[in-house]
DNA sequence: TGTACATCAGTGAACGCGCGTTCACTGATGTAC
DNA sequence: TGTACATCAGTGAACGCGCGTTCACTGATGTAC
């Protein structure tokens, strides 16, 4: 494989990383395509060599959110945790302050779900399939309770979403800490 | 006051009305004033005459779209229900396949809680304020447990905006199911 | 009762702007001989 | 080792389009006398 060829792979990638950032910090449809070549380093018309269309993008851009939010919630210091330890280790990591503002770093589903929810099958289809990993692997760490899996990580959307929206912190933490004790 | 405005009242109400519900069917962003006022039967150049601009509309039509959920929640059939009782009755409404799939007649968190969160202040506070409404009156029905009231709409939120934005109908029942389930 | 004028909600053409996308071009690198 | 040509990632001007907003106008209704 010739050296240019590398080249584009990483400028794929980075075009795909300040996607996956932009999107969750302002939104798919407040993110031009301008923004996000410039945040990678290119100039817009460099963007139809990697992607047919904005839209194209998205599901790229999911999964490389997803994949990092798997990392935060399964790797590193919660890697070895198990059952009730793992979830309230979890929680408190989702429910943090720190999530609830950095939007661009967090998890893709309070970010992008409702314009997600109104794409092309395509796009939803790569969301499903983050969404149902996210899920095995939290069932898995909950004795294979997938039900629990689900209903946990919609607290975890829910209040990071009313959370980011409301407009006191004092409020906004009040609700983060209510759905800690999520079971 | 004279019929004339009247008249001023009742296309302001249409147009509150036209926008509560299209913002929530379609986002914010991807409702154009052109959309909005056909939706409410008059054309784009009368809008100003109403309200200052896009943005100051938003405010107005979020209070409309939970006036809407309270009424399905508080009223009706749930207006005499109490403690655990109202909590399953009013989680099969709100987590109902109705409601995954009438974003435009439902609850406006799910639909416009990320667009909210990026709002300007103003918009944010309504927002707020809408939500402590509804908090007071879940707590309220919940024996005063306001941290329950705070975990059980974080639940219904966030299930709503995975089923809607996945795309298997089979899972999208399966989260809604295992939601119901929260306590 | 009729006429002239004032009011005002709503109309629709026009504005400037930013968007997604296209395309002729550049310039660096790789290949042939 | 040097020269000519091919390749190709990225550039930036240009495109058509839809958006939020403005504004001169219309036409129905209300008021004065």
């Not at 380093?41 to 460099?46: A, M, P, S």
């Amino acid at each position: 494989m010739p050296e240019s060829s590398e080249q584009k792979a990483r400028s794929r990638a980075r075009i795909v990383e300040a996607a996956s950032r932009l999107f969750r910090g302002r939104g798919y449809r407040d993110t031009s395509v301008d923004d996000l070549m410039a945040d990678a380093g290119l100039t817009r018309g460099g963007f139809y060599a990697h992607f047919e269309s904005k839209a194209a993008l998205l599901g790229a851009a999911l999964e490389a959110a997803f994949a990092e939010s798997r990392r935060n919630l399964f790797e590193g210091r919660l890697a070895a945790l198990r059952g009730d330890a793992w979830r309230r280790a979890a929680s408190e990591r989702y429910l943090s302050r720190e999530h609830q503002r950095r939007p661009e770093e967090g998890c893709a589903v309070p970010a992008l779900g409702a314009e997600v929810a109104r794409a092309e099958p395509e796009v939803r289809d790569a969301f499903e399939a983050e969404v149902r990993a996210i899920l095995d692997a939290m069932s898995e760490r909950l004795d294979g309770d997938r039900a629990r899996a689900m209903r946990l990580l919609s607290t975890w959307v829910g209040a990071t979403l009313l959370s980011r929206a409301v407009h006191s912190p004092r409020l906004a933490d009040a609700i983060r800490r209510a759905a800690r004790e999520a079971c």
